[in-house]
Antibody, heavy 120, light 110 residues
Framework: QVQLQESGPGLVKPSQTLSLTCTVSGGSISSGDYYWSWFRQPPGKGLEWIGYINYSGSTYYNPSLMSRLTISVDTSNNRFSLRLSSVTAADTAVYFC????????????WGQGTLVTVSS | EIVLTQSPGTLSLSPGERATLSCRASQSVSSSYLAWYQQKPGQAPRLLIYEASSRATGIPERFSGSGSGTDFTLTISRLEPEDFAVYYCQQYATSPHMYTFGQGTKLETK
């Protein structure tokens, strides 16, 4: 069964870049059968879609984050990554990665999430 | 951007009762693009229903989804203790290419 695991710093300073990685196990990220996505959830609030990438590197981003966002894929290590620049306290959230079956519009497997706090 | 509004915000029921959760969209949503998730504290969301009415793998039959256009419903026929959680609906829109969630319904024990 596929598993996704987020990793990265739990604390980022304002104006710096937030970087997270999602490692996929139990399946190949380059199979082409799935797209790979990021979400976030501020403490006590709802879910926000950040963006997704497919195995070939094609990306779709949330328009509200597009100017600060880069999602990339590393097929040799079966993982994909998120970089969000110029962070502020408003970017403090639990960040999740998830999988989208190709051709579908829902998220069937999720990582457990990792809390990132933006603070000096 | 399509906005999803879930109601009620909080639903207080007892185990064994029937739960009906609503998700209303600001514009028509294709049934193929509507999903429901369950989230418990400290956990990731879990897919329950996709394409408005199809149960995800391993989801009990007491969970069902229905609706079309702008009005969608998640029904839990007989509540089990493990069903008390927050539930989110999610939609996909083509223009702009975007996924959005409702604000959630908290299902709590009465």
């Amino acid at each position: 069964q596929v598993q996704l695991q987020e990793s990265g710093p739990g604390l980022v300073k304002p104006s710096q870049t937030l970087s997270l990685t999602c490692t996929v196990s139990g399946g190949s990220i380059s199979s082409g059968d799935y797209y790979w996505s990021w979400f976030r959830q501020p403490p006590g609030k709802g879910l926000e879609w950040i963006g997704y990438i497919n195995y070939s590197g094609s990306t779709y981003y949330n328009p509200s984050l597009m100017s600060r966002l880069t999602i990339s894929v590393d097929t040799s290590n079966n993982r994909f990554s998120l970089r969000l620049s110029s962070v502020t306290a408003a970017d403090t959230a639990v960040y999740f990665c998830a999988r989208i079956p190709r051709g579908r519009r829902y998220f069937d497997y999720w990582g457990q999430g990792t809390l990132v706090t933006v603070s000096s | 951007e399509i906005v999803l509004t879930q109601s009620p915000g909080t639903l207080s029921l007892s185990p064994g009762e029937r739960a009906t959760l609503s998700c209303r969209a600001s514009q028509s949503v294709s049934s193929s693009y509507l999903a429901w998730y369950q989230q418990k504290p400290g956990q990731a969301p879990r897919l329950l229903i996709y394409e408005a009415s199809s149960r995800a793998t391993g989801i009990p039959e007491r969970f069902s989804g229905s609706g079309s256009g702008t009005d969608f419903t998640l029904t839990i026929s007989r509540l089990e203790p493990e069903d008390f959680a927050v539930y989110y609906c999610q939609q996909y829109a083509t223009s702009p290419h975007m996924y959005t969630f409702g604000q959630g319904t908290k299902l709590e024990t009465k």
